[in-house]
């Protein structure tokens, strides 16, 4: 059915794309800062998991434009967009490249930094279940990674201005509104409730995995007596 305004982004979608993007630039700056702002960092890192979790169950269980399977960057989509060729919705391939790398990424900066250190006060909340050799190791490819994810950011931005400016397809108005002007093709389906409380339960035990809340308490250190004479 041929429409001149589809909806193109569900709300759940739309919520992560923006709450994500508070989270990273909140990431990067108190990880950059470092000092006081390192304990933040730990719990915006936190909630990143919980984010990336929701959005790979979304992926299976979201509406139509937000599941992987309809945006998949095979090798013959991408051809087909740098001929010029391509006419479909939502993530076109090279944009759906830089979602399935961003995820990847977050994820391996979320697991790096949950047994990470910083040789000073701050630990990862899976700290204790590594030797400290190795968490200097994740703690070094934690900070690589995270210069990889301000380029990969840089990048997003500026795709997103090359898009609005030179090819005139508004990308953010989409994302914020959901409705896609001027489209033809089928309005998102699929996403409902019980897929929303399935998505938000396993990114709820996410955060609680990560979180490290599940861990046996430290033994307290044993006191010697004192003595009576």
Do not use: C
């Not at 990424?105 to 790096?112: F, I, K, R, S, V």
């Amino acid at each position: 059915m041929n429409r001149q305004r589809i909806r193109l982004w569900d709300l759940p979608t739309r919520l992560f794309h923006w709450l994500l993007a508070l989270a990273v630039v909140a990431a990067i700056i108190s990880g950059q800062i470092g000092g006081k702002l390192i304990d933040l960092h730990g719990k915006i890192g936190l909630a990143i998991v919980g984010l990336v979790a929701f959005r790979i169950v979304w992926g299976f269980a979201g509406s139509t434009y937000a599941r992987f399977a309809q945006f998949f960057p095979t090798p013959g989509k991408i051809k087909t967009y740098l001929n010029g060729e391509w006419r479909g919705l939502g993530h076109n391939p090279l944009g759906a490249l830089s979602v399935f790398g961003l995820i990847f990424l977050l994820t391996a900066q979320t697991l790096t930094g949950l047994f990470a250190n910083d040789d000073i006060a701050f630990v990862g909340p899976l700290y204790d279940l590594i030797s400290k050799s190795l968490s200097n190791r994740l703690s070094g490819l934690h900070e690589l990674l995270s210069n990889i994810l301000i380029a990969l950011v840089v990048l997003h931005l500026a795709a997103i201005a090359v898009y609005g400016h030179v090819k005139k397809d508004k990308l953010i108005k989409p994302m914020l509104t959901g409705w896609k002007e001027g489209a033809t093709g089928e309005s998102a389906k699929g996403g409902g409730v019980l897929a929303l409380i399935v998505a938000l339960t396993i990114a709820g035990v996410a955060i609680y995995g990560a979180s490290g809340a599940w861990l046996p308490e430290p033994p307290l250190p044993q006191t010697m007596e004192t003595p009576s004479w």
